[in-house]
Structure formats: structure tokens, C-alpha cells
């Protein structure tokens, strides 16, 4: 059986660690990364499929990765994905700030719309199992608008037909970001030294790398339904 990972926000901190997990990993076979545009990346498993996350129910994946199959590099994948042989896990790692986004309709678009409209596209593709980074303190009923982004994103995954539901709940990230974000850098320093005293261990910040690490640890159990949480000191645990 083929073992195929869908990948979305592999450009940002989590979502390159992940890819670069998944290409490691002697499980998955092939790795199809979404997004807007090409990653200046190459990689026997990688496969780059360009979107418009607003029309992504337009999306012919396999024409998609016909177009690039020049050489008939692809043609293995091809032909698991026409026989529903292919065992599919999507990965979703999209986000923004409200800075970045410009409003907070945009980070909404974002940081909600799009990772539904992925979440829709790979369940149509055929995928059971669905990995998302969510955030430490999501909560559809919170005051703070990024954490009610949050919540209300897990709960309308909650609602969709995934044999298997994991939502990664990661405390500060640390790692190296393509934009600085001066808030989250303050955050950083005064999260370490409150964890450095035995304070607030659960808010104790994890690398990128580390968050990536439990998401491919987790698809790689056999056996796996329902919905599930997992939070940042569980992610530690993990990823030792």
C-alpha cells in the first residue's frame, strides 16, 4: 500500500519542519505539498501542487501531478491515487497573524477558511486521517480572538467525517520564522524563565521541529479514531 502525506503551510515554521520529517521517514512514499506557490525545495517524494485556497474545490490533484510528470517520475503515484491504493494523511499547519493578514476578517480567511477548505478537499481525496495545529488555549467561547479562531476551527473539524481527528495544541513556538514577530519573541523569553523556575510547565515553548516530530508519531500508530487533543507538554513527551 502506497502512504501518501497532504501537506498544507508547508512554507511556514511547523509545516517545512514536517516536510522535512516526512521525506526522512521510510513510511510515507510520496509527500504533496499545497500551497500558493513553489517552494524553492526538491525532493524525490516531493510533489508541489499549486492552489488558490479560495477555489480549492476546483482542484484536479491528479491532473495536477499529470502536468508535472514529464520524465514519468510520478507515474507510481499516479496510478495508486486512480486505484484508490494510496493510504492518505493530511497535515495542516496554516496560519497568519492579524498583522500579516492586515485584518481580522483576512487572518479569519485564513486561519479558518482555508484550513476548512483543505480539510473539505482531502476528505473528497479520499484521506481518514487529519493532523492540525492548532494552538494552546483555542476556545470558540474565548474573549481573545486568535484562541476563538482557534476553537471554532476545531470544532467545525470536529464535525467532518475524518476517521481520525488530532489537533496539535503547541504553546509559544520557538525556531527560526521568515518574518519576526516581536511579540511572540518577548513572549519567548519570559515563557523560559517561568518554565526554567518550575512555573507554568504546561505553557513551557516547543520548537517547530518538536511539533512536527509528534504529528508523524502520531499517524504512525496502526490503530487510530476518533477525536483527540494534544497539547504542548504531551508534544514534549513525544518528541524526546
Excluded at 486561519?111 to 479520499?126: P, S
Excluded at 519567548?188 to 518538536?210: E, R
Aim: net charge positive; proline share 2%.
Amino acid at each position: 500500500m502506497t502512504k501518501v502525506a497532504l501537506v498544507a503551510g508547508s512554507s511556514g515554521l511547523v509545516g517545512m519542519q514536517l516536510l522535512h520529517q516526512l521525506f526522512q521517514n521510510p513510511d510515507y512514499d510520496w509527500v504533496i505539498s499545497f500551497g500558493r506557490r513553489d517552494l524553492a525545495l526538491k525532493h524525490a517524494k516531493l510533489v508541489q501542487v499549486t492552489v488558490d485556497f479560495n477555489r480549492l474545490e476546483k482542484v484536479n490533484l491528479q491532473e495536477s501531478i499529470r502536468l508535472q510528470n514529464t520524465s514519468g517520475q510520478f507515474q507510481p503515484l499516479i496510478k495508486s491515487l486512480e486505484t484508490e491504493e494510496a493510504t492518505l494523511s493530511a497535515f495542516c499547519s496554516l496560519g497568519t497573524t492579524i498583522k500579516n493578514a492586515g485584518s481580522k476578517e483576512k487572518f479569519f480567511q485564513v486561519d479558518h477558511d482555508f484550513v476548512i477548505g483543505f480539510a473539505r478537499m482531502v476528505l473528497h481525496f479520499g484521506a481518514k486521517r487529519f493532523f492540525y495545529v492548532s494552538a494552546l488555549g483555542a476556545d470558540a467561547g474565548s474573549g481573545v480572538f486568535y484562541n476563538k479562531v482557534k476553537g471554532v476551527v476545531e470544532n467545525d473539524l470536529k464535525r467532518m467525517d475524518f476517521t481520525y481527528l488530532g489537533i496539535f495544541q503547541p504553546s509559544l513556538l520557538l525556531g527560526e520564522r521568515s518574518e519576526n514577530r516581536l511579540g511572540e519573541e518577548v513572549g519567548k523569553v519570559l515563557m523560559k524563565g517561568l518554565t526554567f523556575l518550575g512555573l507554568f510547565k504546561k505553557y513551557k515553548p516547543i520548537y517547530g521541529s518538536q511539533v512536527a516530530r509528534a504529528m508523524v508519531v502520531k499517524d504512525r500508530e496502526p490503530t487510530l479514531s476518533g477525536n483527540e487533543t494534544i497539547p504542548s507538554s504531551e508534544m514534549h513527551q513525544m518528541s524526546s
